[in-house]
């Protein structure tokens, strides 16, 4: 699969480097992958790649490039989380957003996408993903462990777009109430689905021994997957 440091210009007129990774048949919708709190890290480009390989184009933009070139902090030490809980709270969020959605219409607007495009998110890039999908319009929303969107459901109606949520039930950064009030806030909303795994704490995708669920992360993406193929097919 072809994979590749491009360029997208933010609407500011900056230029931002994404990571890039196509299917083979160069071809296909896309999806916007937005990075936890680490950067657009090993893990991440990973799993841009297993979408890849079901047929998608796939851009992860690497959101704090304001901040730094190219960060990627390590996900398996207690002072590799505290350097990102740094970044974080240095981030603009609004900022960081608006930079996600011109990464989307980029992406859209490229002729192997066929102006299909969605947004997927862990973690940071979780609520990230919440934001692009109030901001703007994409096609499916993938969300896991967004920890804040219980505080920002009076955008709720907004999102127009089917979602997938999962949430741990373990999770230290997420309370189980507000899964539960975010769950409720979508219980009309067409096409959502929201899935909570038994004894999974908060990021259980991230491969790291500090994070890891391996019962959590095998059931949530078998439903990611079929989540995005009946909202976003792959290309056939």
């Keep these: 699969m072809p994979e590749t440091t491009e360029i997208v210009t933010t609407h500011d007129g900056g230029r931002m480097p994404v990571f890039a990774v196509r299917p083979a048949s ?6 916007v992958m937005l990075q936890e709190i680490f ?23 690497q959101l704090y490039w304001r901040l730094g070139p190219d960060v990627k902090l390590p996900e398996n030490t207690q002072a590799g ?7 974080m709270q240095r981030l603009d969020e609004a900022q960081a957003i608006d930079d996600a959605v011109a990464t989307l ?33 994409p096609d499916v929303v993938v969300s896991y462990y967004g920890s804040g969107i219980g505080n920002l459901l009076d955008a709720a109606p907004r999102v127009t777009a089917p979602v997938v949520f999962h949430f741990g039930e373990a999770d230290q950064f997420l309370p189980v109430d507000e899964a539960h009030r975010i769950e409720a806030a979508f219980s009309g909303h067409p096409g959502t689905e929201v899935h909570m795994h038994s004894g999974a704490g908060h990021a259980f995708d991230n491969p790291s021994p500090m994070w890891h669920h391996k019962a959590a992360s095998e059931e949530a993406w078998p439903q990611t997957t079929a989540f995005l193929q009946h909202h976003l097919p792959p290309a056939g």
């Design 26 to 31: 160069g071809r296909g919708p896309g999806l």
């Design 39 to 61: 950067g657009v890290t090993d893990y991440i480009k990973s799993r841009a790649r297993d979408l890849a390989s079901l047929g998608y184009v796939v851009l992860a933009p």
């Design 81 to 87: 989380l505290q350097e990102a809980f740094g970044y």
């Design 105 to 137: 219409e980029h992406l859209r607007a490229q002729s192997e996408t066929a102006g299909k495009v969605g947004v997927f998110g862990f973690c940071l890039g979780g609520r990230l993903a919440y934001g692009v999908a109030v901001a703007a319009e």
